[in-house]
Every structure is written in C-alpha cells, then in structure tokens.
C-alpha cells in the first residue's frame, strides 16, 4: 500500500528528468511497460473485488433487486458483475438479461434433498451456464458444461437438452454417473444429450483431478481449431493456458477408441484440448 501511494505520487509530481525513478520509467522496453501496466490493472480489479466497499455495493444490488426489480435478483447481480468487469460484454448482457429464471431455484424444504454442498455446487453450475451466455460464447442448447458433484461419488451434474444457457437453473442440472446413468433427472422432463456427455465423461474417467470440463463451439475457438498450426503463442494470453493438447475430431462420439484417443491426447496434466474443425475444452 505505501509503495503505491509512493507511486501515485510520483505520478503527480512534475516531470523531473534527473528523478532516477524517471530515468527508469524513460529506459523501460514498451513491452515491460505494457507488462507493468496490466499488473496493476490486475492489481486494482484484486482490490475492488476483496474491498469491503465492493461487497457492500453487490449486497445492496441484490437487495434492491429483490425488493424491487423486474429481473431475478441473481441474474440481475450477475448482469451488473459482468458490466463492471467486462464492459465489452454489457450490450449483450442487458439484450440477454431480461429473460430466463432465477439461478437458484431451490426454495425451502425442496434444499433438503441434497447432499451437503449440492445445492451450492448447483447454482454455482447454473451460473457458469448463464456467464457463457452472457458472454456470447453459447450456442442454442448445445454444448455442455459438466462438474464432478463429489470425490466419493463419481457423480456428475450436466444441463438438460432442450434448455436454453439462459434458462438453466440449479434444480434443472441433471446428475448422471460416469456410464450415463441418471442418478437425479432434475425439475425438467428433458433427459440429457448422451452423445455429448461421452467426451465428458471420458475425461473424468481418466483425470480425477479435474472437477469440470466445458466444451463450446464459440466461433473464434472454432477458427483457431480450424487453423493447420492451432493456437500460436504469440501473446501473454495464450501463454498462460500452459501446454495445449489437440485431437483430430471424427464425428459425433460414438466410437470407443475415439475416447481413448481423446484421453491419450489430452494426456496426464494438460487443461486445454482443442478438437480440430470443431471446438474447444477447457477442464
Ligand atoms: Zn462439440
């Protein structure tokens, strides 16, 4: 904190050649400069997101909206996260956030029914559904995003086929086992796409340290996929992904090696596999 008050400061100060902390600045490769000003960006999204302030400020988004607004309140919370975050992401966000049910719609005795941390873990799922809408990263009801319910049970809870991203809540998750069995079908009569699931459950099969696997066919990600040389590290942010994996994607999956094969590709520590012609995971 004092070193950036420090900073500030000198920042307002007037320009000084012979100031060494000048000459530094001066001598800096616009690369490094560029490097130190996303830190701070970083560094100042950190502190409004700990700050007390900001908290306060999204408890009483969520109560005005509860008390009155036309939009569930955790969409609405959510819609506002997303424009204070994202500001590129709020023309699609306030087109697509006046539709869709509230998040959590678990209500009173119906809690009781799951496991402790389910209901958590299910609005927290139906959350991630709607931020990829809001995002713009959707498509129709397809894709799926799936998370491992717990580490005793090899459990998982997907969205049901038929929903839109924007109307998945956290009772409509369907939790199926890792050979596609429903375990619990949800608060919806739609069971879920059992061809799509087999490149999930494929992975958690074999990673159990991954937790959640999202597969999209968002229209960038499908070009980089379509591209002979895949994604090029040529900036910071594809740096950061760590090593990415490939497959040469065949067709709906309905073919045991191709699982294997998916596996194999993917290997023991990679979290990004892109899926040549076709998409992406992220896990
Ligand atoms: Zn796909």
């Known amino acids: 904190m004092a070193t950036q008050t420090v900073n500030n400061n000198h920042h307002n100060d007037e320009f000084d050649p012979d100031d060494p902390e000048t000459q530094r600045e001066m001598m800096r490769p616009p690369d490094i400069e560029q490097d130190m000003k996303e830190m ?41 996260v997303t424009e204070l975050l994202m500001p590129g992401a709020s023309s699609r966000a ?25 209901k958590l873990l299910r609005c927290k799922l139906a959350s991630v559904y709607r931020l990829v809408d809001l995002y713009g990263w959707s498509m129709s009801i397809y ?19 038929g929903l839109q991203y924007d109307e998945v809540t956290a009772s409509s998750l369907i939790k199926v086992d890792l050979q596609g069995n429903v375990v619990d079908p949800g608060s919806t009569n739609f069971t879920f796409n059992k061809a799509g699931y087999v490149l999930h459950s494929a992975i958690h099969a074999a990673r159990p340290d991954i937790n959640a696997v999202i597969h999209l066919h968002y229209g960038p990600c499908v070009a980089v996929s379509a591209m002979k ?49 076709h998409g992406v995971v992220t896990c």
């Open 229 to 277: 040389h895949g994604l090029m590290l040529c900036c910071q942010e594809s740096c950061v992904l760590g090593h990415i994996s490939y497959h040469d994607y065949r067709g709906l999956l309905v073919n045991p090696e191709e699982r294997a094969d998916i596996v194999r590709n993917l290997g023991p520590s990679n979290k990004v596999l892109i899926l040549r012609n």
């Open 143 to 161: 894709n799926h995003i799936t998370v491992r319910v717990s580490r005793e049970q090899e459990h998982f809870l997907l969205n049901p086929f």
């Open 40 to 80: 701070d960006r970083r560094r100042r999204v950190d502190v409004i997101l700990n700050s007390q302030v900001f908290r306060e400020e999204l408890e009483r988004i969520i109560e005005s909206q509860l008390n009155d607004g036309y939009l569930p309140a955790s969409l609405s919370a959510l819609q506002q």
């Open 94 to 118: 306030s087109r697509l956030g006046h539709s869709g049910p509230p998040i959590n719609d678990i209500r009173g005795v119906d809690g009781l029914k799951y496991a402790k941390g389910e």
